[in-house]
């Protein structure tokens, strides 16, 4: 697609990666609805701000009310309540659940007529390599990702037939005000903007963001064993 003629609405896009989608999205001329739970949080010249709680059906119908001409949907909003399957409380649970999997989903809902009203556009689904593979202090956050991801897949076959595009993002740590607490080698979060955006423009629909993603990725062909050997 053309992402200098779009109309991209980006949820989450008041920090994080989400930032840097609506931060390049404008620089390469599109029209961006920058939607957060706090429009006033949304600090970027250009953008249009859009109140939505993806985690409320209501709040996101009246996002997508409030905009219009939108072509492209960045599903970015996130939580990390890093809760254990097992130990977690449950309302944890049930936040990435409804952040990653019913909150992607209701954007989805909302915004695939208009979506069909002008060509079809694209969707971007941010997932991660937790998508693929699981520990257990991200239970709650991978199980989300991978409902998610499932999620995504499905949507490519029932969006197909209003020329809908619907790609993933899987990318591991990135450095951003969700991963502070994390000891690792992270992504920067503006690289993976671009390269998930060009990736969007080139109608790819797997985006692998970097090689721990293209890595675990390869190893699902060898089942548990690989993935898991303590299990095995």
Known sequence: MDISASTAFVTGANRGLGRHFAEQLLARGATVYAGARNPDSIDLA????????????????????????????????????????LTGDLADLRLEMDTHYFGSLAVTRAFAPQLAANGGGSILNVLSVLSWI?????????????????????????????????SALHVGYMDTDMARHVEAEKNDPAVVAKLALDAVAAGELEILADDLSRQVQAGLAGGVAALYPQAA
Do not use: C
């Open 46 to 85: 250009g953008a249009i701000p859009i109140a939505i709680d993806v985690t409320d059906p209501a709040s996101v119908e009246a996002a997508a009310r409030a905009s219009s001409g939108v072509n492209l949907v960045i599903n970015n909003a996130g939580s990390a309540t890093g809760a254990s399957l």
């Open 134 to 166: 699981t520990f257990p202090n991200v239970g709650g956050y991978s199980a989300a990702k991978a409902a998610a991801w499932s999620m995504t897949n499905e949507l490519r076959i029932e969006l197909a037939g209003q020329g809908t595009t619907v």
